[in-house]
């Protein structure tokens, strides 16, 4: 028997709520993205799985997923090595404060997955600029290093901020937020 493609998206979702980290949630979110006949309502009915913003509380050392006002996982995170404050230059150790989005993804890197930060925004530059600073940049959310070198390093570490300013999760907490998240989703960094 021959599945059409609503059948198999709905199976696919099915699949999802059994196992939120499941390589079916990719392939629903690649299917939403693209404009191949999905209808309008399906594509509606499918985004409502996915989050539709990011909320970092840093003095709480916490991600929110949420989903219309609602969180729908919460994560421990570290910071960078300063955390208090809004980042203001590169190397200054502070995890950025404000308004931003999901703008791209890296499967591969120095961390098991990562999520890139719209930072720095036109007004983070302009303030830089007027001080004479660099803004800095490249700030994502992370998992944990790939290198198996630093292990008890890294179980050290997991209580304690240690990045260079961005936000690291465990390796299964970025397993989620990369398949409850799209390209696009707002972030707020709060203090």
Not at 86 to 97: I, L, M, Q, Y
Request: proline share 5%; hydrophobic share 35%.
């Amino acid at each position: 028997m021959m599945m059409n493609r609503s059948m198999a998206l709905l199976c696919c979702t099915a699949l999802m709520l059994a196992s939120p980290a499941a390589e079916a949630f990719s392939w629903v979110s690649k299917q939403v993205k693209e404009d191949d006949g999905i209808s309008v309502q399906k594509k509606q009915e499918i985004k409502q799985l996915f989050a539709d913003k990011v909320v970092v509380k840093k003095s709480e050392r916490k991600l929110y997923l949420m989903r219309q006002d609602k969180p729908l996982r919460t994560y421990r995170i570290a910071l960078g090595t300063n955390p208090e404050g809004h980042k203001e230059r590169r190397g200054d150790g502070r995890t950025p404060e404000g308004r931003y989005a999901i703008d791209w993804r890296q499967p591969s890197s120095r961390f098991r997955k990562s999520l890139h930060i719209s930072y720095p925004s036109f007004k983070d530059r302009s303030r830089a600029r007027r001080k004479g600073d660099d803004p800095g940049g490249l700030i994502m959310i992370h998992g944990q290093p790939r290198t198996k070198r630093f292990g008890d390093l890294q179980q050290a570490l997991s209580k304690e901020d240690w990045t260079q300013g961005c936000i690291a999760v465990s390796n299964l907490a970025i397993d989620e937020i990369w398949q409850y998240t799209m390209d696009g989703t707002p972030i707020e960094i709060l203090p």
